[in-house]
């Protein structure tokens, strides 16, 4: 009997110290965030119920990598700006998971271009609740009333038509109004299509990075990084980024960038 008891102490005390041992790593390593954030975002990508039209530009985008080199991660709240179809807003949705949230912005002139074919889009992607996590907002950046609400902010390939169009001070105004939705520390994810001085940047729909970085950092962001992800040597910078032979394959700067 006394043996009996001895045993089954030994298998308690033995059982207690299995898989504790840090001098051997038998513990099992933690999964890595950014790393089944990124499985989440492939799984979306490859998903029967996303469009034809999406999965053709992927190749160009790298949205997977694009995802991680800007932190994302699950439960954050994200804010896609100028969302337009929401090509990015579906793999955020993916990448942030149930836990988190991603706001689709679009202002009312860009919903009703082009006789409301984005507004079809949207709702195309949308319908049927298929992306539960992500909130439609139908209005201006200036209108947006989330005053440090916001993890990360995207702006993908829209920047330039706010410097192009709209100056400085319409440029300053939009990153400002970014910087004001973002908590403190938080990120703004911007990538556009690179310019050079020389050339006519408002009509090919292009701007130069440094003139990208300068009005970033005036607008109280620090630049912590930039990525050549999707960068393009064969482009010349110098047609315009819907021009057939460049199209969807424009070099083209990534910038992440961290509210002060």
């Not at 299995?18 to 950014?34: H, K």
């Not at 706010?162 to 105004?173: D, L, P």
């Not at 940047?201 to 990075?209: G, K, P, S, W, Y």
């Amino acid at each position: 009997m006394k043996l009996k008891l001895f045993l089954i102490l030994c298998g308690i005390f033995l059982g207690a110290g299995c898989g504790q041992n840090s001098d051997t790593g038998d513990v099992g390593t933690a999964e890595d965030p950014s790393e089944t954030m990124v499985v989440r975002v492939e799984a979306a990508m490859n998903s029967g119920g996303r469009s034809a039209d999406d999965k053709a530009i992927d190749a160009n985008r790298k949205p997977a990598e694009i995802l991680a080199f800007m932190g994302i991660e699950e439960g954050m709240s994200v804010l896609d700006v100028t969302a337009g179809g929401g090509y990015y807003t579906e793999l955020l949705s993916a990448a942030v998971g149930p836990d988190g949230t991603v706001y689709m912005q679009n202002n009312q002139a860009a919903l009703q271009r082009n006789d409301g074919a984005m507004e079809a889009v949207i709702g195309a992607r949308l319908a049927g609740g298929r992306l539960a996590n992500v909130e439609r907002i139908d209005r201006g950046l200036a209108e947006l009333g989330m005053d440090g609400q916001i993890d990360v902010a995207f702006a993908i390939l829209t920047f330039h038509d706010q410097y192009n169009f709209q100056g400085r001070e319409g440029a300053i105004g939009f990153l400002s109004a970014i910087h004001a939705a973002l908590k403190p520390g938080g990120i703004l994810a911007l990538i556009d299509h690179a310019g050079m001085a020389d050339q006519d940047n408002a009509t090919l729909h292009r701007i130069e990075q440094s003139i990208a970085e300068e009005l970033i950092s005036q607008a109280g962001f620090i630049i912590e990084a930039n990525s050549d992800l999707l960068s393009n040597s064969n482009d010349s910078h110098t047609l315009n980024i819907r021009d057939p032979s460049i199209r969807r394959q424009t070099d083209r700067f990534v910038i992440r960038a961290r509210k002060q």
